[in-house]
């Protein structure tokens, strides 16, 4: 994906409630047509970050753009580039599938036409359910209709699959990446790494309000301490010590008689020299690549209290 000019700037964004500092210094720069994702600990200060770019929260500090407008003073004009499905959205139960897009429709100058918007997002059949009588993922479906029928280029989607079924979870994947595939930009929050690691082309980490990284997920990846796991059961015994030693690696460690090892690719050809010299055989082998999930843990430092 070609990166363009910036659609969302945010630069040393700070904001604190109570004396709590939420987001402390927070900068990056979201690319036009790309997925880029917010990862971090609960609390370490996404939502709040999303807020402030939606501008429904004024910064303490900092600047934030999107689309070249301060979101809070030309917040009106912002409104009519950038749609949004926050954290815990909600409609009123009684109101149907029709009513919620005929209603979000008004508000806007120029809005897309919303029934081939609910065709496209397999909500046709739910037009007169209620929505207190919807799936979660149809639930989900909607507010992704919601948050594209004002034609916006930026959509900010926050933990838009919390609480859905691996199956609605997947569906819900297929449709955020459509939606980045019509032309319209994607900031994402989310705390599941294998739906960044699939989504996304950026990631910023957020740990205690503060960017500890931004790259791709395969930039964060090749970063981590011990980017390939090899696991395998001996023979016969290894001395830890020999294990430790091999090029690359990070960590060694034995339980109930299985080796598992962090390292490299170069650790993994060393590892195969040393079994060859040793006449040792491993069995049951595995080499895999770290993960998203293993990037993170490296990265931040949890949930704070």
Same mark, same amino acid.
């Given at each position: 994906m070609p990166h363009t000019t910036p659609v969302i700037e945010v630069t040393g964004?700070?904001?604190?409630?109570?004396?709590?500092?939420?987001?402390?210094?927070?900068?990056?720069?979201?690319?036009?047509?790309?997925?880029?994702?917010?990862?971090?600990?609960?609390?370490?200060?996404?939502?709040?970050?999303? =807020?402030?770019?939606?501008? @429904?929260? $004024?910064?303490? /500090?900092?600047?934030?753009?999107? %689309?070249?407008?301060?979101?809070? #003073? +030309?917040?009106a004009r912002v409104t009519r580039v950038l749609g949004a499905q926050?954290?815990?959205? =909600?409609?009123?139960?009684? @109101?149907? $599938?029709?009513? /919620?897009?005929?209603?979000?429709? %008004?508000?806007?100058?120029?809005? #897309? +036409?919303?029934?081939?918007?609910?065709?496209?997002?397999?909500?046709?059949?739910?037009?007169?359910?209620?929505f207190a009588q919807l799936s979660g993922g149809q639930k989900q479906r909607l507010f992704i209709a919601l948050a594209l029928i004002g034609n916006p280029r930026v959509v900010v989607l926050d933990e838009l699959t919390t609480g859905l079924d691996p199956h609605a979870r997947r569906d819900t994947w297929k449709l955020i990446e459509d939606v980045r595939d019509s032309g319209v930009t994607v900031?994402?929050?989310?705390?599941?790494?294998?739906?960044?690691?699939?989504?996304?082309?950026?990631?910023?980490?957020?740990?205690?309000?503060?960017?500890?990284?931004?790259?791709?997920?395969?930039?964060?990846?090749?970063?981590?301490?011990?980017?390939?796991?090899?696991?395998?059961?001996?023979?016969?015994?290894?001395?830890?010590?020999?294990?430790?030693?091999?090029?690359?690696?990070t960590a060694a460690a034995e339980r109930d008689g299985r080796v598992t090892l962090s390292g490299t690719d170069a650790s993994v050809d060393a590892l195969l020299t040393l079994l060859a010299r040793r006449g040792v055989r491993a069995h049951q082998l595995r080499v895999t690549d770290a993960t998203l999930d293993d990037a993170y843990l490296d990265l931040t430092t949890g949930a704070r209290p």
């Open positions: 964004l700070r904001k604190s409630y109570g004396g709590r500092t939420a987001v402390d210094g927070v900068s990056f720069a979201v690319d036009e047509f790309e997925i880029f994702g917010i990862l971090g600990p609960n609390g370490a200060g996404k939502t709040t970050t999303v =807020e402030c770019v939606s501008g @429904l929260r $004024v910064p303490d /500090a900092g600047t934030v753009r999107v %689309a070249g407008r301060d979101p809070v #003073a +030309d917040h926050l954290q815990e959205s =909600e409609l009123q139960g009684k @109101l149907t $599938v029709r009513e /919620a897009l005929e209603l979000y429709a %008004a508000f806007y100058p120029d809005p #897309a +036409d919303w029934r081939p918007l609910a065709a496209r997002l397999g909500l046709t059949d739910r037009l007169g359910t209620r900031l994402l929050v989310t705390h599941f790494m294998e739906e960044a690691q699939r989504l996304c082309d950026r990631v910023a980490v957020i740990d205690r309000g503060r960017v500890v990284a931004l790259d791709s997920p395969a930039g964060l990846i090749s970063g981590t301490a011990g980017a390939t796991v090899i696991s395998f059961a001996p023979s016969a015994p290894l001395a830890p010590g020999e294990l430790a030693a091999l090029p690359g690696v």
